[in-house]
């Protein structure tokens, strides 16, 4: 029998991530918690195991603030996943709008966002980031975004965007 289980490793892992998300509902006083428990799928002697992230998503769309901070914490994050870009992209989108991010979040999301740019690590999802970065705004960091020289062309294309829709860089 094989298993293929698409989640992520530690801290990233279904059950982890489960657990996480009821201390958060506890912690920000969600009233109406939901059932992350991932989807499986079976066909002969093989068992799939989809993303949690799946249903994180439809939570975040829902105004859930717990699934929010998993969402940010998931953006945050650089270590790989399976479809992962897929899934940082759909995240990106929905926290873009969700309407009740906190500013711890906001700040959060900023400081990520930004840091890639700086760095010159500018993922396939990067676009989403930009949108949501947009809608949040760039607080104390447009400095910090003029300052940074694009190293490739996806950086190149991320500054146009600053530029064009941001007025970063003018």
């Known amino acids: 029998m094989t298993v293929r289980d698409y989640n992520g490793q530690g801290e990233w892992s279904a059950e982890a991530l489960m657990r996480r998300y009821r201390q958060l509902v ?15 799928h079976q066909s002969g002697m093989d068992t799939w195991i989809d993303p949690v992230m799946n249903k994180v998503l ?5 105004g859930d603030l717990a699934c929010a901070q998993i969402g940010v914490e998931f953006v945050e994050q650089d270590q790989g996943f399976t479809f992962g870009a897929i899934l940082k992209s759909n995240t990106a989108r929905a926290l873009r709008r969700f309407q009740g991010l906190t500013e711890a979040q906001v700040e959060r999301l900023r400081h990520r ?14 676009r989403q980031y930009l949108r949501l970065l947009r809608r949040i705004g760039v607080g104390p960091h447009g400095p910090r975004l003029a300052a940074a020289a694009p190293k ?3 950086a190149k294309r991320a500054q146009a965007y600053l530029r064009n829709h941001l007025g970063i860089g003018r």
């Open 26 to 40: 506890l912690e920000l006083g969600v009233t109406a918690p939901r059932d992350l428990s991932p989807s499986t």
């Open 58 to 62: 439809p939570g975040i769309e829902a």
């Open 113 to 126: 966002i930004v840091a890639l740019y700086e760095t010159g690590v500018v993922p396939r999802e990067f």
């Open 152 to 154: 490739n062309r996806f």
